[in-house]
């Protein structure tokens, strides 16, 4: 008998470390929006399950997260 369980994988305990940035999580989507050019953020684990969604917003083409 196989009994299944929904196992999430989504980026975990991030703590942005440098520049301006916010990390949010709805459901299985996680949203880090930047308001600085440059931002340094730090994870716990950063996995992603195939049911998830990662997206990051930046203030344009030339920003860098880290």
Do not use: D, K, R, Y
Request: glycine content about 8%; hydrophobic content about 45%; charged content about 0%.
């Amino acid at each position: 008998m196989l009994i299944s369980t929904a196992v999430h994988a989504a980026p975990l305990g991030g703590q942005v470390t440098a520049g301006s940035a916010q990390i949010s999580q709805s459901g299985a989507t996680t949203t880090i929006t930047q308001q600085s050019a440059n931002a340094s953020l730090s994870w716990q684990g950063f996995n992603i399950a195939p049911t998830e969604t990662v997206n990051f917003v930046q203030p344009n083409a030339s920003a860098i997260a880290v």
